[in-house]
């Protein structure tokens, strides 16, 4: 197995990387296309700002290399919601894999939307996972509910916190900050 972490200056990078070798795996950071090409997995992670991050994607061509890849993909916080249509922070268009916008939480509750929350999931990336485990959040902005949603969360409104479509997963939240739970999801992804 090769796993690829993207490198595009955004992500929880150690934490991932520990997160991993914790479940015996090892993985790369590169933003070499032929490395991730080639990746039997690729994480996509993302800790930051979305049209600066984007910025960074389009610098490389791995805003046109992510949405080709035909591997199990995983994007992480910043990371799935690149993978969406567009986003409200810096207005900023995605890479379109999912079909659904990010928006800012408009709530009197604190923003960002930071702690453990649950998490209602379904689908392979929550198998032996017990529904409405609780997962490690840190976001101002969701993405909302659509067709690829295969796990949502409540912070006032719904959104959604884990979303599938073909080869390409994502998470809301950290998995790599989750404990037992988002350990057992990575360990989902990993057996795709």
Request: proline share 3%; with cysteine; net charge negative.
């Amino acid at each position: 197995m090769s796993i690829s972490i993207i490198d595009y200056g955004a992500g929880n990078i150690q934490s991932i990387r520990f997160a991993l070798e914790r479940l015996g795996f090892s993985a790369t950071l590169t933003s070499d296309a032929d490395i991730i090409q080639s990746s039997s997995h690729v994480i996509f992670p993302g800790v930051g700002e979305a049209s600066s991050a984007m910025a960074k994607l389009k610098s490389t061509g791995l805003d046109t290399l992510i949405p080709a890849l035909t591997q199990p993909v995983l994007g992480i916080c910043l990371g799935m919601q690149l993978m969406c249509n567009s986003s409200e922070e810096g207005n900023t268009k995605g890479l379109g894999i999912f079909d659904t916008e990010v928006v800012r939480f408009a709530t009197k509750r604190n923003v960002p939307h930071m702690g453990w929350n649950e998490v209602d999931g379904r689908g392979v990336l929550f198998t032996k996972i017990t529904n409405n485990s609780h997962f490690y959040m840190v976001h101002s902005y969701y993405a909302k509910p659509n067709s690829n949603t295969v796990g949502t969360c409540t912070y006032d409104i719904d959104f959604a916190a884990a979303m599938a479509k073909d080869n390409f997963f994502g998470t809301q939240f950290h998995p790599e900050k989750s404990g037992q739970m988002g350990a057992q999801l990575l360990q989902n992804f990993l057996q795709l």
